[in-house]
């Protein structure tokens, strides 16, 4: 007799393939999301110590002879810190090595030091020990990025470098505290003075533009489609068409963008009107496609009621069916502008790469994107950047988790209306 | 024909396809002013599907394809100079679920009156509202909430809102289709008592599937079957002395 | 009385309606028309001005270099005068080894992409409890929503230096721009594509199917790999082919770790360039417009649309049929 437990080895080896084949499955799914875990760790693990930064602690010397407590800005502060310095290092004096000794601070310490007296006139005429940023290599070095034990010439500090660092730490005068200049800083050649606020503000322009272009197209596209389109060939072709450009490659639209947009229409360069132009196209199918499903998930009940009472199609469209579709269109437009948000290719083609200072004044003045600076900071050959890399990274993760945790909301919250 | 009112719709040769299908068959058929007329018949039999025609709710239907004529007031409503929306403000529907807009219980029936500028002012518009919904049966239920959410309604209350909403834009007939027919028998009879009532306003076209309600709440009836028009005749007649085997056979459940 | 009434006497004139004449403005209503429809035929415009821009662009260039040395060409270096009275050679402009190097990448992320996903998608649709598919599918959703920035970074700053590193170990020299590093990381950001996309297509088969095989005595793995993957074949390879488009089309992963170097090889350990890192390579930093190099851009985009949208077109079909089929 057969047994209906399955103990014949036949069964046995497939049950096993069974099992097996499970695990395969699990193991796919584990592998991929081992992958995000290694992935958000290293560039979370990396980009941290970007939100905090060294300085280093010096007395300078503020005396009348110095500065004149009358006209505070007119002295020579770079003097001022610079002979700080060679006070508290006495045995430096070669040329080189003064260099070097400057390059312990960071390359706006000057402006640092005249904006400590400027906040506290009062430390005018003292002797003060006042903090400085330190150097992206000291910070680096301090941090822990920089290997002692490696041979000198591989490694961007010298040894006597590392001895005037040690220098302050044996005296206690070194300082950690939050980089509030990485977010209040432009884009610098010097590490240490980088930060994000530029990108920020040119991404906010490139996005705005881009979600007053698109959102009102896309809605009205949407609306035509699912409510008034004649079935013919010419919708067939729209919607084709849309569901194609949706899969189109984003620098396709860049190459657009730069022949459209800056060699055919004469928009400046770089500028966020043309970014936002660019990923506004982009964005139109998505948003498209979503306000079309959720117009369509308005019952036909409604359509048939406000009709019923006379109200025109129009009328019922704008009265009825839009306002009960909108938070699905939101839904839509905010995964459309989180996608927008992390492009980079189009915004090349057109530009938006310019080494950027300062903060963009308007839709048409020369800017870059966050995802643009990880681009560029990703490129640079100091260690110090790698650590900005990454944590450029996590506030633009940041602002993805944001959108998508809103559009996620809004679906749940107005999921079962009807 | 004798003690019937003049017919406010009269209907003529109607044939409706749909695509390739046939689902109304020559219908002839007079609708009287003032009175209630209910169109009965087995399911899929085309009583929605006329009813529609009546206002020009299957234009919506893009395989639907209308012939020939359908006058109210003397007027063809299918001639090419009509405007559907104007001869929807004349001939408003209540349809078989419950509709509200999800808008407040104000706002739905106040909707028809602005659209149709039938208010000049917002004291206008209040009575308007009002007496709609009193018309309606339901003033007295809802005068301390006409601010909250329609859908917060109990079944009945919100199909007599739709009642209200459409007699709002004050239509010259009212078409229902199987207005009761997700309501319980309370709610059901309160929806009877109120068109009993509308009758003195209003011309009504009501499709059931319930021979009680059609007796109770009609003075006309018309019976159809697989999408023509069988029998048509004073409710008490047909009820009591069908003169068609079909009619008689279906009134007695023996089909459908 | 069936059609007794022919006599239609409106006798209440005070009651008279008018259906013909109405209030409403019908200019605003046209208008508001006008305005929806020409917003939709926006998707159009995109599309016709995607066409012209890159043919347009793309025949200046094939009037200096010609189309064949373009498309058959073995040799990728597009060179420009360093001075303006340099007589410059106009440089190679053959497209082969970028085509071979984007074949490569590709094919690398599709190893990935292909087996994880689909073993993703069968898992999640056909074992995984609610609970479970509840809490994964976000989670893998979450690496379709990274920016290809972010990919890029990590492939170039993580992953390369790991597999030279492990190269070394084995004796093997692998380039700091490997071929293998950028088709990993590409193929790990396509698997939420594969996988959600193969969900719809196997979820799209009929249980009655599952039933049957089931009900003969098969193992669900045996039903998985013998009745549903079958039947489920023409959309899974629906979305291969979207995936491959997307391979193809990415950009930043490519640009940030697979370099420039045009090398024609089929070794996934050596440096190869793709056509959407040479054509940002050639459109940013200074650039003369009209030269060969930049037009040069504008050919390899029309050969990537061309590409990208004839898949796109048949995945899209190919799906479109195989739901008909079971719907
Ligand atoms: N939109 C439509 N498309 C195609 N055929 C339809 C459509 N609406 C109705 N029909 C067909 O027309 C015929 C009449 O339908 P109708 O809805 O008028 O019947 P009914 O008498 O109202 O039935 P019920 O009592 O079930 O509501 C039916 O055979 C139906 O299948
Ligand atoms: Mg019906």
């Given at each position: ?418 | ?28 058929l007079d609708i009287p002013e003032k009175e209630v007329t209910s169109l009965i018949g087995p399911s ?91 018309k309606a049966g339901l003033w007295d239920e809802v005068r301390d909430r006409l601010n909250e959410p ?32 997700a309501l319980d028998p309370v709610a059901t009879a309160r929806i009877e008592d109120l068109i009993d ?60 | ?327």
């Amino acid at each position: 007799m057969t047994s209906l437990i399955g103990q014949t080895p036949d069964m046995r080896r497939r049950r096993a393939a069974e099992t097996r084949f499970q695990w395969y499955g699990r193991g796919a799914i584990f592998a991929s999301l081992a992958f995000l875990a290694f992935m958000l760790w290293s560039i979370i693990s990396g980009g941290l110590g970007a939100f905090f930064t060294t300085d280093l602690m010096l007395e300078v010397d503020l005396g009348v002879q110095n500065i004149d407590p009358e006209n505070p800005a007119a002295a020579n502060y770079r003097a001022i810190w610079r002979d700080a310095m060679k006070e508290h290092f006495p045995e430096v004096t070669t040329r080189k090595e003064l260099r070097a000794l400057y390059g312990m601070l960071g390359a706006d310490a000057e402006y640092e030091l005249e904006a400590h007296v400027m906040a506290d006139p009062a430390i005018a005429g003292r002797k003060v020990k006042l903090p400085f940023r330190a150097s992206d290599e000291v910070d680096m070095l301090l941090k822990g990025n920089i290997d002692r034990a490696s041979p000198e010439d591989g490694r961007p500090m010298t040894d006597q470098e590392i001895a005037w660092v040690d220098h302050f730490a044996a005296a206690g005068d070194i300082e950690r505290r939050f980089a509030w200049s990485f977010f209040t800083n432009g884009d610098s050649r010097e590490p240490e003075l980088a930060g994000i606020l530029a990108a920020l503000a040119g991404s906010f322009l490139t996005m705005l533009v881009c979600f007053c272009v698109s959102f009102p197209v896309a809605i009205l596209a949407a609306i035509y489609l699912e409510e008034f389109a004649p079935k013919n060939r010419l919708s067939d072709l729209i919607e084709v068409n849309i569901n194609n450009l949706a899969a189109v490659p984003s620098i396709v639209f860049g190459l657009l963008g730069l022949y459209m947009f800056l060699n055919t229409f004469g928009l400046p360069r770089s500028s966020p009107l043309a970014g936002g132009l660019v990923l506004s196209l982009m964005t139109l199918p998505t948003i498209i496609i979503a306000a079309r499903a959720s117009l369509r998930a308005v019952p036909p009940s409604i359509r048939e009621a406000a009709l019923g009472l006379g109200a025109t199609p129009v009328q019922a469209t704008f009265h009825h069916v839009a306002p009960l579709a909108l938070p699905g269109i939101l839904t839509g437009t905010i995964v459309g502008m989180a996608q927008a948000l992390g492009e980079t290719a189009p915004l090349l083609m057109i530009g938006m790469v310019a080494f950027i200072v300062d903060v963009p004044d308007s839709i048409l003045e020369p800017a870059t994107a966050l995802p643009v600076q990880i681009f560029l900071w990703a490129d640079a050959p100091q260690r110090a950047f790698v650590e900005k890399t990454s944590a450029a990274i996590i506030v633009l993760l940041i602002f993805l988790i944001i959108m998508n945790l809103a559009a996620i909301l809004l679906r749940r919250r107005f999921e079962k209306r009807f | 024909m004798a003690g019937t009112r003049e017919p406010v719709i009269v209907a003529r040769d109607v044939n409706v396809h749909y695509a390739d299908k046939q689902a109304l068959f020559k219908i002839a058929l007079d609708i009287p002013e003032k009175e209630v007329t209910s169109l009965i018949g087995p399911s899929g039999c085309g009583k929605s599907t006329f009813l529609r025609c009546i206002n020009r709710m299957n234009d919506l239907v893009d395989s639907a394809r209308f012939e020939g004529q359908i006058t109210i007031a003397g007027q063809n409503i299918y001639a090419p100079d009509v405007d559907v929306v104007a001869l929807r403000r004349e001939v408003g529907m209540v349809f078989q679920k419950p509709n509200p807009f999800p808008k407040s219980v104000y706002d739905n029936v106040a909707y028809g009156p602005k659209i149709h500028g039938l208010a000049q002012s917002k004291a206008d518009l209040d009575g308007l509202v009002q007496w709609s919904l009193e018309k309606a049966g339901l003033w007295d239920e809802v005068r301390d909430r006409l601010n909250e959410p329609a859908l917060g309604l109990s079944g009945g209350q919100q199909q007599r809102l739709c009642i209200a909403r459409t007699i709002a834009v004050k239509p010259k007939v009212v078409l229902m289709d199987e207005p009761c027919s997700a309501l319980d028998p309370v709610a059901t009879a309160r929806i009877e008592d109120l068109i009993d009532e509308l009758r003195q306003n209003f011309s009504i076209v009501i499709v059931t599937h319930s021979m009680q309600q059609a007796s109770r709440v009609s003075q006309l009836t018309a019976f159809f079957h697989l999408g023509k028009l069988v029998e048509a005749g004073r409710t008490k007649n047909i009820f009591t002395s069908p003169q068609d085997e079909r009619t008689q056979n279906y009134i007695t459940g023996r089909i459908g | 009385m069936i059609a007794a009434g022919t006599q239609t006497c409106a006798s209440d004139k005070t009651d008279a309606i008018n259906l013909a004449d109405t209030k409403r403005n019908r200019t605003f209503e046209t208008l508001v028309m006008v305005a929806l429809a020409s917003c939709s035929m926006v998707a159009i415009l995109v599309t016709a001005g995607i066409v012209l821009s890159l043919l347009f662009e793309a025949l200046r260039f094939f009037e200096r270099v010609g189309i064949e040395k373009f498309l058959f060409g073995l040799k990728w270096s597009p060179q420009t005068a360093l001075r303006a009275d340099q007589v410059a050679a106009e440089g190679a402009f053959g497209v082969i080894p970028l085509v071979t190097g984007t074949l490569l990448i590709s094919f690398i992320a599709m190893c990935v992409a292909v087996p994880l996903g689909l073993l993703s998608a069968v898992y999640l649709s056909e074992y995984a409890g609610k609970t479970f598919r509840d809490w994964i599918k976000p989670m893998l959703e979450i690496l379709a929503g990274i920016p290809t920035v972010v990919y890029g970074f990590f492939a170039a700053l993580v992953v390369a230096p790991m597999l030279r590193a492990g190269g070394e170990q084995a004796g093997l020299n692998i380039s700091s721009e490997s071929a293998l590093a950028a088709g990993i990381v590409m193929g790990v950001m396509i698997i939420p594509l594969i996988s959600s996309l193969g969900s719809d297509v196997i979820n799209a088969v009929p249980q009655s199917l599952r039933d049957a095989s089931l009900g003969l005595g098969a193992t669900p793995a045996e039903t998985i790999r013998k009745v549903i993957l079958p039947a489920a074949a023409p959309g899974i390879s629906g979305a291969i082919l979207l995936g491959v488009s997307r391979a193809i089309g990415e950009t930043m992963i490519v640009v940030m770790a697979a370099g420039l170097a045009a090398n024609l090889t089929a070794n996934p350990l050596e440096a190869v360039t793709t056509i959407t890192a040479q054509i940002v390579a050639l459109l940013t930093g200074d650039q003369e417009f009209d030269s060969a190099k930049t037009l040069s851009a504008f050919a390899l985009g029309l050969l990537l649309f061309a590409v990208t949208l004839c898949l796109n077109v048949l995945a899209l079909r190919i799906v479109r049929k195989y739901r008909e089929e079971y719907d």
